[in-house]
């Protein structure tokens, strides 16, 4: 058995002290203008390496990665839209979003006639600016609540982007704990959006608090964190680690973790992979209103990482389902829009998700011939317990299964008892040498191999 | 890629214009007076014909044909009951379903109770005529309404059948159209009902306008269209064939196509054929009300193609199921019983299903390690197109899945599109040199052997 | 084909009457004190020896099996509570629930106070006295009515069970028939409560009669029937045969089979072993209220069979399910609890299961191409019959699927009739040489060995 139980280590602190740190943390990064490069990105992936050992990749503009090329660096430092009056109309200083992510530089006066091209809004919601980026076809573009549009008098406008589009390097950040065994758990997280929050502040948050407590840990697997830039970062990851991503077998993008709804799963290509099963098991156990997802070739990097030349099994774990929320991709998905409690609930979640994959193990009865007599071993709850035929029934449903052959997992998913009950049965019934670790487990194998 | 898209070449006539057509031609049809064999099948055959090279087959009464024999030849010019006025009160002139379909000659005189035992109504629909064979055992009789029944006053009566049992042959009809595989595609009616519409002047008619439509065409498949009486002749047809009868990797019975009901697929003894998944797929884009049935060997001539010596995937395609309807084999079952709308649909169901038997290929995505940038080569479609997100998920589907070893229905089934949608995207994909043919792809393989 | 239907065997007696037998056999076997060893179960077991060939098997105290040892042997002549005046206000006479089962012997006197800690009641039922036993901890105890508690004053009780706990032995019994197969039908239930009805004299009764049913038939498998204390006498008998138990193939534990509540099977381990299909099977066509539960390892004896060291296809029949119903464990469940009509029923359900083990072959169809002419042979049923529809069905059904792969049960299973019109239709195909006897049938295969 394993180390202690990092759910438990989660659930002992405090809930609502645990959802205030979190959420500080995301207030923290807010206001940072981040992209799929640039001094944003390096900022955000600076202050994530205060809190682990963050090693930052870097590669040039220009480099070839699988079917694309790293992109020019992208850095900004002001934007405008002024009135003839000289007014600040539009202000990249009030909100990072006010600029079309990617603008390359300008400084001129136009007519409005000639801008409104350039300029997004969200009709159906007049008072929230849209996020909008451009990285892959060089454009420049004003985002603005409706409202400011309808404000805008005909007439002269000043117009300017003082930014940069330049020869440079897309970064991201990797954290790597070694585990007994050499087979990897990925978590990755894209780290590119300015200041929204749910997407992506609260999948940052949750990854680097869930990377702080396996800090210092005895683990059976090695943990692999991803901090990067969504797409591009996923594929420049991947082509440079094209060999070494087959030791990854358990995998999950974290990202929507923050918001007010249930949670949902959208299982990996393979759709029967162990963390497919894994995260179905713990969200049955936690949320009745939690949803599975089918695979689906859209959506974040899993994207990436279920491409059918790799095809890792690499699942995303959201709350709300981008798209699905008026609030994506706007000034709504602000730091208001993450609730403390369900930053918490997500962390746990994660801690309950990496408890199984470092406990799901086969073991075997010892006394497999009729039930062993557990009375005599003082394993029949007496009557004075709480809820005594819980725990005889996983005791039972453990020494029943352990046959070698189901793991576990397998136990806690056909007898619909939480894993948490099923690990602590076996650990009771190893003590009493009623069971001992099968030979065969599949990690530790590989890693003696 | 095949040709053009059969469907669409369907879709883009007028289905109105169409299906006049298809009722048209069954009300060409439909006063021939049918059996199991004789002229009135000839004339059928002979009409067909004029529309497609078909193959007339004759068999001689006496041959034996696996547990059976071939019947004599039945033919009929005249049949009628006179009252003692020498009124016809039930004439064979009027309505062919009025004689006992394979009624041995009679020329007599006889009190109404002798005749009683030979005439055949229905007191449920006392307007209509039911519909009545005896092919296998000598009988003679006659089938009325249950109103001219009930106006037979007690009295002698001249009965008269001028018909002919005697010595002669079976007759089917049979199309092939060679494709640039051996392997062939069934499709199978049954030619053998007198004046009944929906059974199976309605299979009969989307039967020749779907070989029509294949005239002419680079297929992929070979096609066989058997044009045959049921039971008998499709037992025929697979004592003469029973060889090459393994070449038949798909194949469906039509009928019962022309009425206003929801469609319904009775899947193939095997259940899991090709086919059976196709139907599905294309009634699940079609038809929110159909249904899809289990095998059953009560029926069609499916029963005979999917007995277990031959078990050959042959699913049947149904608008109402045969004994649902009040109308099924009776006079009811006539012209205004069968709807040109409801005809025309059938046969684009039918187009559909032949389009993703002849376009069902797997290919391998030749940029599998991430996603490929789709931006650089257009395929990311703009927004101003209609319904751009589909396209891209069909295309993202489709890179996903190409494998080689998904086939572009498993794409279709997994994402839930429209196979043309998919296959649409397979198209342009292969355009853009992201995709190609997997070599192993069945059909193709098969005729090389 | 096998004997007679043992199913219309049973039919043919009028249910009535077969119930009261039943039932009258509980009634005598009502009275008697059973536990899991002493006089009791002997003279239970020996009254079911005046109905079968049963052998009664005595193992001593002290002697090891499996992971248990043989207890001491329980006997008791009487028991009581007087009050301070010499009344007996709790009296083993009366009913022998009163006395905690397994209680060592004790005569003294001692207050209330001293008293209340051996006294054991049912507060939320006042007039039930509960079933309370101590087996495996010396423990001495009365139980009583919630009523009778409240109606002891304070004061000094004499306090008397004059019971043994000494070496002995521990008995069961076993009823074995040959059949031409050696592998086995086991038939379990237990016989160690006492004054209880449906749990288990229902089981017992029904087992009993059972059994007598197939005294003297040809059998094709070997049935043994354990009427066994639960719990240590189903370790007994697997210790005893280790090697043997391989040989069972199918098996059922009886219980709470008496009971007016509907049907419940508990599937084996296995879950998709034979007899887990041929319950459901027989349950489908009995009694749509049935419910099918999953395997659990808490319940009757299948937690032994099924320990994963032995793993055998063996579920549980019941009714109501223990635990479930309130008068489970108490005197309220008495001789009015259980009805004739449901004991009857449960046995009808049990010889349709055998009729099914004893009759589940697979046949070849000797004429497989295309369908036999069934008209020429009285195969193609004529008007006149009950349901002809049903009985064509049944034999198109088992022509089409006697390919030598599939079972008379598959066959049934696939076409959602009742067995029974399978069996009958084979029964009649084989008559008209339209079926052959597949040649691999396991069970008689396996005896020829």
Redesign the interface.
């Known amino acids: 058995m394993g180390d202690t139980v990092l759910r438990r280590k989660v659930d002992q602190r405090d809930r609502g002290k645990l959802g205030a740190e979190l959420h500080q943390f995301a207030r923290e990064l807010f206001p940072i203008c981040r992209s799929i490069t640039g001094e944003g990105l390096r900022q955000t992936l600076s202050i994530i390496g205060r809190r682990l050992p963050l090693q930052i990749v870097e590669i040039a503009t220009g480099t070839p990665i699988?079917?694309?090329v790293i992109p020019k660096e992208w850095n900004i430092r002001d934007a405008f839209i002024k009135n003839s009056h000289g007014e600040r109309v539009v202000d990249f200083q009030n909100c990072n979003l006010h600029v079309l992510n990617y603008s390359t530089p300008i400084h001129t006066k136009m007519p409005l006639s000639e801008l409104r091209p350039h300029l997004f809004t969200l009709p159906q919601n007049p008072d929230w600016i849209p996020y909008r980026t451009s990285y892959?076809?060089e454009n420049w573009g004003f985002c603005l609540t409706q409202n400011q549009m309808l404000g805008l008098k005909e007439g002269e406008y000043e117009v300017c982007i003082v930014s940069s589009l330049e020869d440079g390097q897309l970064s991201y950040g990797e954290c790597f704990f070694p585990g007994t065994s050499t087979e990897e758990v990925l978590i990755s997280c894209h780290t590119c959006h300015p200041s929204l929050a749910n997407d992506n502040l609260s999948g940052l948050s949750v990854a680097t608090f869930l990377a702080q407590q396996l800090l210092g840990r005895n683990l059976r697997y090695s943990y692999r964190f991803l901090f990067i830039p969504g797409?591009i970062g996923?594929?420049a990851w991947?082509?440079k680690n094209?060999e070494s991503s087959k030791r990854i077998r358990h995998g999950l993008v974290l990202t929507c973790l923050g918001d007010r709804g249930p949670f949902h799963y959208k299982k990996s290509?393979q759709e029967n992979a162990e963390v497919d099963r894994v995260v179905e098991h713990v969200l049955n156990h936690t949320d009745p209103s939690a949803t599975i997802l089918?695979f689906?070739?859209?959506g974040y990097d899993e994207?990436?990482y279920?491409?059918?030349?790799?095809?890792l099994p690499v699942g995303c774990l959201m709350r709300s389902v981008w798209g699905t929320f008026p609030e994506y991709h706007t000034s709504a998905d602000n730091l208001d829009f993450i609730a403390p409690h369900s930053l918490a609930e997500s962390l746990e979640v994660c801690a309950s998700i990496v408890d199984i994959l470092e406990n799901d193990q086969r073991y075997k009865?010892l006394?497999?011939?009729?039930?062993?007599?557990l009375?005599?071993r003082g394993l029949y709850p007496s009557t004075g317990g709480t809820s005594p035929e819980l725990e005889?029934?996983a005791r039972?449903?453990t020494?029943?299964?352990?046959?070698g052959q189901h793991s576990l997992l397998d136990i806690a998913e056909?007898?619909n008892l939480p894993f948490e009950q099923i690990r602590a049965a076996a650990e009771l019934l190893l003590g009493s040498r009623l069971l001992e670790l099968a030979v065969d487990n599949r990690a530790d194998r590989t890693s003696i191999e």
Do not use: H, M, V
Not at 367 to 373: D, H, K, V, Y
């Open positions: 699988l079917d694309w892959y076809k797409t996923a594929i991947l082509a094209r290509r089918p689906s070739p859209y994207r990436q279920c491409s059918p030349g790799f095809n009865n006394a497999p011939f009729g039930e062993p007599q009375g005599r005889l029934n039972l449903w020494l029943n299964l352990s046959d056909r007898s």
